[in-house]
C-alpha cells in the first residue's frame, strides 16, 4: 500500500508526447516528465519537445554595462513585428524558429555552452525565492534601431497541466494554492 494519497497507475503516459494548445490555435508538443491520478483528474509535468526560446529587448542607453536593463519580450504584436528577423538569425546557426503555443521554440542543435555567454536573470519580486534563471545566449539583431538578443534557458522549461473532465489538457497555476501539494508531489518524482 502506498503511503502517498496520489496514484501513478496509467502506464499509457510513460514515455507518451501530449500536444497543449493555446488561444490562437498554436500547438506545443511536449514529452510528458510526471504525472499523477488525485480525485479523478490526471495531473502532467510536461516539458516541450523543441528548444525553448526567450527574445529580450536591450536599453542600450545605460552608461554603465553592469546595469543595463533589459526585457523579457512577451507581447504578441512585439514578437509578431521581429519573429521575421528573429528567424533568419537562428536559421544562420542552423536552428528552426518556431511561434508555438505558449513559448517559442526552435529546433536544431544548440551550440557548445559558452560560460562568458551566459546571462543571469535576477528576478526582482518581492518575496521571491526563486533562483536566479541562466539563459545561454544563441544571437542578436536589431529591429527598428532597438537591440534584440536571443536566449534558451539552461534549466528545463516545464509546463503544470491536467486533463479536465472533458478529457482536454489544459494548463493549471502552479501558483494555485489548491495545487501546491500536486505539484510538490509531481516534482518531488522529478528524475535528477
Known amino acids: 500500500m502506498s503511503s502517498s494519497k496520489f496514484e501513478k497507475e ?27 491520478e488525485y480525485e479523478g483528474m490526471t495531473y502532467l509535468l510536461l516539458m516541450p519537445v523543441d528548444i525553448p526560446i526567450v527574445m529580450m529587448s536591450w536599453d542600450e542607453e545605460e552608461e554603465e554595462e553592469d546595469l543595463v536593463e533589459a526585457e523579457m519580450i512577451e507581447d504578441g504584436e512585439e514578437i509578431e513585428a521581429i519573429f521575421a528577423d528573429a528567424k533568419a538569425v537562428l536559421a544562420e546557426q542552423n536552428l528552426t524558429l518556431k511561434h508555438t503555443a505558449y513559448t517559442l521554440t526552435a529546433t536544431g542543435e544548440l551550440p557548445p555552452i559558452d560560460e562568458e555567454q551566459i546571462l543571469t536573470l535576477n528576478l526582482e519580486e518581492e518575496d ?7 539563459l545561454q545566449f544563441l544571437a542578436s539583431f536589431y529591429h527598428a534601431e532597438q537591440k534584440y538578443s536571443i536566449y534558451t534557458p539552461l534549466t528545463p522549461l516545464l509546463f503544470f497541466a491536467r486533463y479536465n473532465l472533458d478529457n482536454e489538457l489544459e494548463l493549471v497555476s502552479p501558483d494555485a494554492e489548491e495545487f501546491q501539494p500536486i505539484l510538490e508531489e509531481l516534482l518531488a518524482d522529478e528524475p535528477e
Open 10 to 36: 496509467h502506464e499509457q503516459y510513460e514515455e507518451e508526447l501530449v500536444t497543449l494548445i493555446d488561444s490562437d490555435g498554436r500547438t506545443l508538443l511536449c514529452y510528458i516528465e510526471q504525472y499523477l
Open 128 to 134: 521571491s525565492q526563486l533562483e536566479p534563471e541562466e
